[in-house]
């Protein structure tokens, strides 16, 4: 999928999308408590992204369409992911995105086919909108894994990406408001006699707190002929340090596939997830015969182990997503996050909303 223009907004964004339908799909949730690990009916293929939104499901509609014509795990992955990243409505990835401490949006992503364990990924890349779509192309058409910064900004316009403002009047209405609140130092908001009274609750714009955001989508997919691929994309940390780089872009951190296995993706703070390269853990566990829903557990585990002589309250907000060749998906997150993780399945009979489990919340 290429660049859409600048200016698109949600309603158009869903009119344009491919063969609008997703209502026709049976749009459920599997029942609380997990007893057995949950699986495809149908086997393979099939299809999870982290997003369970309006705009993940349709994601989950678009590349099912790929795998059911008997498409690649690659193919479908790219398209699920790409349907993400052109929602300007979304500030976690893409067009829309939220931006770093300077206003400017930098996106990471990754992708890995398991089929050729081959993989790319781009980080820092600025005034694309499909960051997914020039990872594949890094690993496509360079024997290279990772492009950053101008590097790949200059990889993607050699290949006809065309550079747009990453900025939507949300993301960066958002931005400025951050920008104003984030220090009474300095000389950005009203002032000072302008402020009204501590306490007052007038509510204005500048007493709305503006809270650090994480975001990023996985999208990882089995096809029929049982390869699997996956993708991770972002736009990282909101108000982050110009140039900071998350897990996304980096195997077995933000995203890590085997064809011998399954694969796994991650969300949440980056930094805890490059320390411990969670993604290539997931996998590794269910190569040794846990379940992914089990596998994202025990990634959970390991991070809050490792922080437990240091700090024992403190539990990060990681989430992980996995899937496996069986057909098995599974999700699993820490900390005190929005409710239990939920990511959106599609296979042969259904388009699903599932729900993981949420460890050490305190």
């Known amino acids: 999928m290429n660049n859409k223009p600048s200016g698109i907004d949600r309603r158009d964004f869903f009119r344009h999308s491919v063969g609008v339908g997703a209502?026709?799909?049976?749009?459920?949730?599997?029942?609380?408590?997990?007893?057995?690990?949950?699986?495809?009916?149908a086997g393979t293929p099939f299809i999870i992204t982290s997003h369970s939104n309006e705009t993940g499901q349709e994601a989950m509609r678009q590349a099912w369409e790929i795998l059911d014509r008997g498409g690649s795990a690659l193919d479908a992955v790219e398209r699920g992911a790409n349907v993400i990243e052109v929602d300007p409505e979304d500030t976690s990835v893409g067009y829309g995105g939220l931006p770093n401490e300077y206003g400017v949006v930098q996106l990471d992503a990754s992708i890995m086919d398991g089929k050729t364990y081959n993989a790319g990924s781009v980080a820092s890349l600025?005034?694309?909108?499909?960051?997914?779509?020039?990872?594949?192309?890094?690993?496509e058409r360079t024997d290279h894994v990772m492009l950053i910064g101008k590097g790949a900004l200059d990889f993607a316009k050699s290949f006809g990406f065309e550079e747009v403002d990453l900025m939507t009047e949300k993301s960066r209405d958002v931005w400025l408001r951050w920008r104003e609140e984030h220090s009474d130092r300095d000389d950005y908001g009203p002032p000072d006699h302008l402020l009204p009274p501590a306490g007052t609750g007038m509510?204005?714009?500048?007493?709305?707190?503006?809270?650090?955001?994480?975001?990023?989508?996985?999208?990882?997919?089995?096809?029929?002929?049982?390869?699997v691929s996956g993708i991770t994309t972002t736009s990282g940390l909101s108000w982050?340090?110009?140039?900071?780089?998350?897990?996304?872009?980096?195997i077995g951190a933000g995203l890590y596939v085997?064809?011998?296995?399954?694969?796994?993706?991650?969300t949440g703070r980056g930094e805890d997830v490059i320390k411990c390269c969670a993604s290539f853990y997931i996998v590794m566990r269910m190569s040794q015969g846990r379940s992914p829903q089990?596998?994202?557990?025990?990634?959970?585990?390991?991070?809050?182990?490792?922080y437990r002589n240091v700090n024992p309250n403190y539990f990060p907000s990681e989430k992980f997503v996995a899937i496996n060749k069986d057909g098995e998906y599974g999700a699993a997150s820490m900390g005190n996050t929005r409710g239990r993780p939920k990511m959106t399945v599609r296979h042969a009979q259904a388009l699903e909303i599932y729900e993981g489990t949420t460890q050490h919340t305190g």
């Open 203 to 227: 509510g204005s714009s500048w007493e709305e707190k503006v809270d650090f955001h994480y975001g990023t989508t996985n999208v990882l997919a089995v096809d029929s002929n049982g390869d």
């Open 294 to 306: 089990q596998a994202c557990e025990d990634a959970c585990e390991l991070i809050v182990h490792k």
């Open 240 to 250: 982050k340090i110009n140039g900071r780089v998350g897990d996304s872009p980096i």
């Open 23 to 41: 209502g026709a799909f049976a749009l459920g949730h599997l029942p609380d408590g997990i007893a057995d690990p949950p699986k495809s009916p």
């Open 126 to 139: 600025e005034n694309i909108m499909t960051p997914a779509s020039v990872a594949r192309l890094v690993m």
């Open 258 to 266: 085997d064809n011998d296995t399954g694969a796994a993706g991650a």
